[in-house]
C-alpha cells in the first residue's frame, strides 16, 4: 500500500525559505509522477509542481516557477518540495500527491490517486 507522509512545514517570515519532505513507501515509483499541492485557506486545492520519477523531468505552476524547485531522491524514495522567496501568499497546507501514470492532465488532482496527510506552511508578513 502507497503511503506518503509529508514533513517540513512551519512558520515563516516573509522572503523566508523552507524544504518540504514527501517520504514515499509502498511501491516502486520509476512509472510514477509526483505532485506538490497546495490548499491556501477558504480556497480549493492548486497544483504547485510535479516531477517524473523515472526522468525528473519538472512542472511548476506559473505562481511558484522560479522560487519553488521539486525534486526527487530515489535511494530516499523522497521528493522535495524547496521554496524561497516565500510570501504570505504562499500560506496553506501543502500536500504530496502521486500519480500511477505519467499522463493526463498532471495540474489536476483528480489525475493523482495518492495523498498525503498534508504540512502546514504559514507565511508571516
Known amino acids: 500500500q502507497v503511503q506518503l507522509v509529508e514533513s517540513g512545514g512551519g512558520l515563516v517570515q516573509a522572503g523566508g525559505s523552507l524544504r518540504l519532505s514527501c517520504a514515499a513507501s509502498g511501491r516502486t515509483f520509476s512509472n510514477y509522477r509526483m505532485g506538490w499541492f497546495r490548499q491556501p485557506p477558504g480556497k480549493e486545492r492548486e497544483f504547485a509542481a510535479a516531477?517524473?520519477?523515472?526522468?525528473?523531468?519538472?512542472y511548476y505552476a506559473d505562481s511558484v516557477k522560479g522560487r519553488f524547485t521539486i525534486s526527487r531522491d530515489n535511494a530516499k524514495n523522497t521528493v522535495y518540495l524547496q521554496m524561497h522567496s516565500l510570501t504570505p501568499e504562499d500560506t496553506a497546507v501543502y500536500y504530496c500527491?502521486?500519480?500511477?501514470?505519467?499522463?493526463?492532465?498532471?495540474?489536476?488532482?483528480?489525475?493523482?490517486?495518492?495523498w498525503g496527510q498534508g504540512t502546514q506552511v504559514t507565511v508571516s508578513s
Open positions: 500527491a502521486a500519480a500511477r501514470t505519467t499522463g493526463g492532465d498532471i495540474r489536476s488532482p483528480r489525475e493523482y490517486d495518492y
Open positions: 516531477i517524473r520519477w523515472g526522468d525528473g523531468l519538472t
